[in-house]
């Protein structure tokens, strides 16, 4: 059983519910092409000796709030997430481990991304769920939930969602903060800074409304010819990459950024972990 540390203000609570929500169905929309809703069972999750063998992952939160979340999803159900990513049939007797690990990893983070955009406009600040690791917390859950996931052609899925004290605390503040009401007098007038200027560039607002072809790669892989001749529906390339390794933002060619793929509002979006000062890009964007 997970005991639960504190009182927490109800209106939170169906925040998070209903963030984690259409999070978790957006992304399971996009993997399968299925249509999934989802319900909430309990507000008072337990976690009982029948599920000691299910799959725990961890996100710290930052910026706008503090604090971890955990998730828990019994083993078959994290095959079965690892499986829509990869477009493998649902065998829930596999082991969860290499690449299906890191798959169910993976799908995670992309609930975790949705999430922290929804997350952004609750609390009218940026929100960073950072993905920690795949074991169980060994924190005291201020509050918790359990979801049931179901689609039309696939299985229903059950998630439980935890949050230490700390974010719980945090999201209250913040939402408090939401709350007051804002000044009635005329807001002072912002001026725009200017676009900073690159030193040995002078000249380089000239160029700044040019548009350049901006590139995401996963990854790379060397191909014969009569490889590529032999491709049709259904084939699977491997890449030179990992799944939890940063993808690369490539302009003109060149890597000028490295990060993750999210999804927001409905598209694919790049959020940027590792990238060079306006003064190191632009060498490489040189043509």
Do not use: H
Not at 181 to 195: D, H, N
Not at 245 to 257: F, I, N, R, S
């Amino acid at each position: 059983m997970i005991p639960m540390a504190c009182e927490v203000d109800e209106n939170v609570i169906k925040m998070f519910q209903e963030v984690w929500s259409s999070s978790i169905c957006q992304v399971l929309n996009q993997l399968s092409g299925e249509e999934f809703d989802s319900r909430v069972t309990d507000s008072i999750p337990i976690v009982g000796k029948d599920e000691l063998a299910g799959v725990w992952i961890r996100f710290s939160a930052a910026a706008g709030l503090t604090g971890e979340i955990g998730f828990f999803v019994s083993k078959a159900d994290a095959l079965l997430l690892s499986g829509l990513l990869m477009g493998e049939a649902p065998d829930e007797i596999a082991e969860l481990s290499g690449d299906r690990c890191n798959a169910f990893a993976e799908v995670c983070r992309r609930f975790a991304g949705v999430a922290s955009t929804a997350l952004k406009s609750k609390i009218k600040g940026e929100v960073e769920l950072l993905f920690r690791d795949l074991e169980p917390p060994s924190w005291e859950a201020a509050f918790g939930f359990r979801l049931e996931v179901r689609g039309e052609k696939t299985r229903l899925l059950k998630i439980c969602m935890i949050s230490d004290e700390g974010l719980a605390k945090s999201a209250t503040t913040a939402c408090a903060t939401c709350a007051v009401p804002p000044p009635t007098s005329e807001p002072e007038k912002v001026i725009p800074s200017p676009v900073p200027v690159v030193e040995g560039n002078d000249n380089i607002g000239l160029l700044l409304d040019i548009e350049l072809e901006a590139t995401l790669r996963f990854g790379e892989r060397e191909m014969l010819l009569r490889e590529i001749l032999n491709l049709n529906s259904g084939s699977v390339i491997e890449l030179n990459r990992r799944v939890n390794e940063p993808v690369e933002l490539l302009v003109c060619g060149k890597v000028v950024a490295k990060g993750e793929v999210v999804v927001l509002d409905g598209n694919y979006a790049f959020r940027v972990t590792q990238i060079a000062s306006p003064a190191g890009r632009m060498p490489s964007l040189r043509i």
